[in-house]
């Protein structure tokens, strides 16, 4: 049997929903079964319970995670707990080498987790993008600022993308190969004939 993954996510201006895609195209690849699942808009019948797994991510806008997300969490908590899961944190602090800077995106990733109770098997911080092209003018004016503070790019005729897409099907598959296959399946999917 298939282990099924549900990879859920939070999204602004999409690049978190091009990680999600990432994560599941990667686990596909492997022979994995994966679904992809915006939180903003959840399908109203969603079951975690009918997952072997689950992975969460949201990204960091204004020092937080979409509140969508927290909310999908916290209601969730009980079952992520249970089932193997893991959760990565987008932000533009992912993307500095300063120790600073992955300080803080370290800092932020973990405040989810605590706030609901919630204890991944996996986590990771993401390096974000800067979607100049997609931001309108007073957001776009506001990102060049903290980009400059922060010594990132600031020319907002383009947008900059900082994500390591290696590593991101690496998180996906050490998820697979170390937590849906080391745990049994808990899901249940009635009795065997």
């Given at each position: ?57 949201g ?28 959760f ?11 120790p ?18 919630w ?20 957001k ?27 590593e ?26």
């Open positions: 049997m298939t282990a099924r993954t549900l990879v859920c996510y939070g999204s602004s201006e999409g690049q978190t929903a091009s990680i999600a895609e990432r994560i599941g195209d990667a686990l596909e690849a492997d022979g994995y079964d994966a679904t992809l699942v915006h939180l903003k808009h959840p399908p109203a019948d969603l079951d975690l319970e009918a997952y072997d797994g689950v992975i969460v991510g990204s960091i806008h204004m020092g937080h995670h979409q509140r969508y997300v927290t909310e999908f969490v916290r209601d969730n908590v009980e079952a992520l707990n249970r089932l193997p899961s893991a990565f944190s987008v932000s533009l602090s992912a993307a500095g080498d300063d600073d800077s992955q300080e803080t995106a370290r800092e932020l990733l973990a405040e989810l987790p605590t706030e609901t109770g204890e991944p098997d996996r986590t990771l911080t993401v390096a974000g993008a800067l979607k100049y092209r997609q931001y309108g003018l007073l776009r004016f506001a990102m060049r600022g903290i980009a400059g503070r922060a010594g990132g790019d600031t020319d907002t005729s383009r947008n900059h993308e900082y994500t390591d897409w290696d991101i099907e690496s998180f996906a598959l050490e998820f697979a190969t170390d937590c849906l296959e080391e745990r049994p399946s808990v899901r249940s999917d009635g009795p065997d004939v």
